[in-house]
């Protein structure tokens, strides 16, 4: 049986959000699916709607969104967005229209565990997935 030593290390996509023409949210999904192991089609819409969930909330509450990193290792998938806005994101509220601020209770319903973590004069927003492959 091998040990965790001769685990290849975790995969990694990185999608640059920055710059003259971020890329639109639906070339951030199509390569976040490219990406992403053979998994059920249930678990990649779960992942697909964590990865539109952080995205747009960086685009839209983020002053400028950075990066996405999706990283898949052992069963477990992370996805990552970091963006400039020194704001904490809130559960159930929105500051721009009263039919949106449901996505995060969505992302933390669907994840393991969620959260922010803030350096370097930005901050990065994360949720993890337990994968099926």
């Given at each position: 049986?091998?040990?965790?030593?001769?685990?290849?290390?975790?995969?990694?996509?990185?999608?640059?959000?920055?710059?003259?023409?971020?890329?639109?949210l639906a070339e951030v999904r199509r390569?976040?699916?490219?990406?992403?192991?053979?998994?059920?089609?249930?678990?990649?819409?779960?992942?697909?709607?964590?990865?539109?969930?952080?995205?747009?909330?960086?685009?839209?509450?983020?002053?400028?969104?950075?990066?996405?990193?999706?990283?898949?290792?052992?069963?477990?998938?992370?996805?990552?967005?970091?963006?400039?806005?020194?704001?904490?994101?809130?559960?159930?509220?929105?500051?721009?229209?009263?039919?949106?601020?449901?996505?995060?209770?969505?992302?933390?319903?669907?994840?393991?565990?969620?959260?922010?973590?803030?350096?370097?004069?930005?901050?990065?927003?994360?949720?993890?997935?337990?994968?099926?492959?």
């Amino acid at each position: 049986m091998p040990d965790e030593g001769d685990q290849p290390p975790p995969a990694s996509l990185v999608v640059a959000l920055a710059g003259p023409r971020p890329p639109a949210l639906a070339e951030v999904r199509r390569q976040a699916v490219d990406f992403l192991p053979p998994l059920s089609d249930d678990k990649v819409n779960d992942v697909l709607l964590v990865v539109t969930e952080l995205v747009s909330n960086a685009y839209d509450h983020g002053e400028r969104a950075l990066a996405l990193r999706v990283t898949c290792g052992r069963q477990v998938i992370r996805v990552e967005v970091d963006d400039v806005s020194p704001r904490l994101p809130t559960l159930g509220r929105s500051s721009i229209g009263r039919y949106r601020g449901h996505g995060l209770l969505m992302v933390e319903n669907l994840c393991k565990d969620w959260g922010v973590a803030q350096r370097d004069g930005h901050k990065t927003v994360w949720a993890v997935l337990i994968g099926d492959y």
